[in-house]
């Protein structure tokens, strides 16, 4: 006997218990075509199955511990540059034909007639830095200060010449009493000079919060 306290659950009648073994369970009219928001954008659809993401990380390569220690140090210290403002040391992180790429879509494989945040070569990150450099620069002139934490930091796979590693960032940027965040993943393809000197061959950039709007733009690397 229920209480007065106790609600009675109904049972799903016998035009509903179809819909128990589909991914969404909405009842509705189907002929009547989308609504709502699914209606004005058409990436609003139900989702999909759990599985049905990214597809899952390689394992990181036990790398032996000076190499793996040696690319996470180099890491860090890109990090602590771009956060110091020593913008010039950070671009010498890059070989010469270096590239920084932050694309717009983590499903995006090249930048070739296709939009990006970012894809710089030393010529244009030159011309960034100049920019904000410059005494008349009014994004410059508050308060600006970023600060960089880089972590899991896995070697897919390391050559005599070449090393491909991954890792996770994020970042805080403050402006004035504005704090934005930053996140998602770094993929670096690094080579290593003559000299054994470890230098960047591409930094690609995949922002967690790339489709996400900003008050202002992003004046630097991130």
């Keep these: 006997m229920n209480t007065a306290n106790e609600r009675a659950i109904p049972s799903a009648g016998p035009d509903m218990r179809h ?17 709502g928001a699914q209606a004005i954008e058409p ?58 790429w932050v694309p717009a879509r983590p499903e995006q494989t090249t930048w070739d007639g296709t939009p990006s945040i970012f894809i710089e070569d030393k010529l244009l990150m030159e011309v960034r830095k100049g920019r904000v450099m410059h005494p008349n620069a009014w994004s410059q ?29 994020h970042m805080m940027e403050l402006r004035r009493d504005t704090i934005r965040h930053f996140g998602g ?27 996400a709007p900003f008050d202002y733009v992003i004046q630097i690397w991130i």
């Design 141 to 169: 002139a508050p308060l600006w200060e970023t600060n960089h934490i880089v972590s899991h930091v896995a070697i897919e796979s390391a050559g005599p010449q070449e090393i491909v590693v991954r890792s996770r960032f």
């Design 185 to 211: 993943r770094y993929r670096h393809t690094l080579m290593r000079e003559p000299g054994g000197a470890l230098r960047i061959k591409l930094q690609r950039v995949d922002l967690f919060n790339a489709q």
């Design 19 to 35: 819909l128990l073994d589909q991914d969404v369970v909405i009842a509705g009219d189907d002929s009547r075509g989308a609504t």
């Design 43 to 100: 990436s609003h659809s139900p989702r999909g199955k759990a599985d049905a993401g990214a597809p899952l990380p390689a394992p990181g390569l036990v790398a032996a511990a000076d190499l793996q220690r040696e690319v996470e140090q180099f890491l860090y210290r890109q990090a602590e540059l771009l956060d110091d403002k020593h913008w010039q040391a950070w671009m010498d992180g890059f070989a010469d034909d270096g590239l920084y």
